[in-house]
Structure formats: C-alpha cells, structure tokens
C-alpha cells in the first residue's frame, strides 16, 4: 500500500493527506485522554465505534441542511472529510448541568438548566483549553462577529436535531462540545461543523437509570467504558455488522 502524507496527530485521531485537493482522511484511535493529557488509555474499539457514531450523527446533521466536513466513511477507522481552516475556539452546549460547570457553579450534577447554556474555550492544550467570552474572539481574531453568529446558530440547531434524535433511543444529551471550520467555495465562505460528535465529546446518560454512556466512564474509572459506546452504538442501529468481534480493526498505517 502507497504510504500517506500525515498531517496531524491528535489523541484520539490522526489526518492524512486525502485522495483530492481539499479533502483530508480522519483515522480514529483507540486512544483515551482526559484532564488536558494527563490521564492516558486505551479504550478498546473506541476508534470503529466513534468512527460509526460520527458518521451515523454526521450524515442526520448534513440531512436536515447543518453543514459538516464529512464527506463518507471508508472503512472500520477512517473517513474521507473535507479539509477546513479551523477555528480556534470549542462550543460547548449544555442542557443539564454536569463536569466543569457542576464544579465551577457549585450547581449539583444532573440539575436541568433553565435554558441550553452555551460556552467558548480557546483550543489551546498548553494552556488547558481555558474558558473565553465572544469579547476575546472577537478581539484577539480567533473568528470574527458573523463567523460567531453562524457558529452559535448551528450550535443550537445541532442540540435540537441531537437532543431529540438521542431521546428518540432513550438517552439524555446532557451536554455536546463541537469544533467548527471556514470552508472556502470559490469566492464564498461556509462555517462548517468539523471533528467528530461521539461519546468522546458528548455526556449521554441513560434516560431511565442515569446511567453514562460515554467518556466520563473512563475519566472517573467507573468501569465497563467500551460497553458505554458499544450501548450507544447498539441503540442508534449502527454496531458493526459481526458484532463487537469487528471493534479491533486494522491498525494505523503510516
Ligand atoms: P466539561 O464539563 O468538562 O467542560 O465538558 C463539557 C463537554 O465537552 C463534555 O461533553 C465533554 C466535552 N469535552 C471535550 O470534548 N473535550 C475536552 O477536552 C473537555 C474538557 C470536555
């Protein structure tokens, strides 16, 4: 097999140069990573399960007109995605309150909020991916008021489509983060949802027990945390197709 043009290495993902201009092939890993870095893991099939949720969330999202990068998975670990200029800054929408905003606030876990909260980080590892208001990214020209407009539009239209697509299988979406990107169209400009949206980046509880169904079971060790992906992967109707024997998948080619 010919070798591929790395581009960057993540935690839990890696891009490659894709087979056209403008388009990149996103290689998921088994790899876990918490509290900036400094808990590390392996969970395995992480990467084939996250591959398929992102995809499954990715194409609901490119169907009801929110416009994402993906473009088509290729096989167990990859998808093929558009190439964007990413924007610096993480949206975080959250419905219940749950991790930094619980501590933060001191306002109890699982207490609903009056109305979905919207935050911004700076994506910064170095620096922990601090909190920021629209005044430091506008001013420090991480995105400007427009871009900023589009992005918390979409923010809020994505809640509702994921919102009522995880009640539709029993799962509360207690809280999201997304990334965004500028896709450039000839003369035009499009904000376009980037990354992934997988239980790596979304808190989903069980609707009836509570019970996490994502990342949060490998920051706080609470155990079985494949099955917390393998279960949400289950309800949406997307396992792979031999059933968890098919998680390992191939590995990284370089
Ligand atoms: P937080 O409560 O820790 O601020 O997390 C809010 C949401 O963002 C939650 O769904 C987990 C997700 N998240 C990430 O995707 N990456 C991160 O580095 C962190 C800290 C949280």
Redesign the pocket.
Known sequence: MARRKKVYEGKAKVLFEGPEPGTLVQYFKDDASAFNNTKRGIITGKGVLNNRISEYIMTRLNDVGVPTHFVRRLNMREQLIKELEIIPV?V?V?NVS????STRLGIPEGTPLPRSIVEYRYKSAELG?PMVSEEHITAFGWANTQDLDDMLALALRINDVLSGLFFGVGIRLV???LEFGRLYLDEEMQIVVADEISP????LWDMDTGEKMD?DRFRHDLGRVEEGYQEVARRLGILPESGPRDLKGPKVMQ
Not at 200 to 203: Q, V
């Open positions: 993480e975080v959250r749950a991790g930094s905003i991916n809280d999201f983060r790596d980046n979304c808190r990342k």
